[in-house]
């Protein structure tokens, strides 16, 4: 079982994860890094697969042969530039 990383619904089928599917509850495309289970943000290109082409952004739609869609946890996955981008603001924010 797999879920959507933007909004956590859960897609069954490897079929709702085509180069041109998208979630049915936020429109997103599936078939993207966030979605793989190759994804890890502390690897270089963001991605275990060692010979995958560089994907530049993340949430778009891409041609990647090596995309799988990740399993278990089926919440929302945060994209890493909006973890920093929320913590500088937190940091900088008025009390």
Known sequence: MAGCFKCGR???AE????????CPGCRTPTHCCLNCAYYDPSRYNECTEP?????????????CDYFKPREG?????????DAARAAAEALFRKK
Do not use: H, Y
């Not at 079929?15 to 998208?22: A, I, T």
């Not at 946890?73 to 530039?81: D, H, Y």
């Open 73 to 81: 946890k089926t919440g929302p996955r945060k994209n890493p530039a």
């Open 15 to 22: 079929s709702d994860f085509g180069r041109q599917d998208s």
């Open 10 to 12: 859960e897609l069954r």
């Open 51 to 63: 010979v995958a082409d560089r994907v530049v952004d993340k949430e778009k739609a891409n041609f």
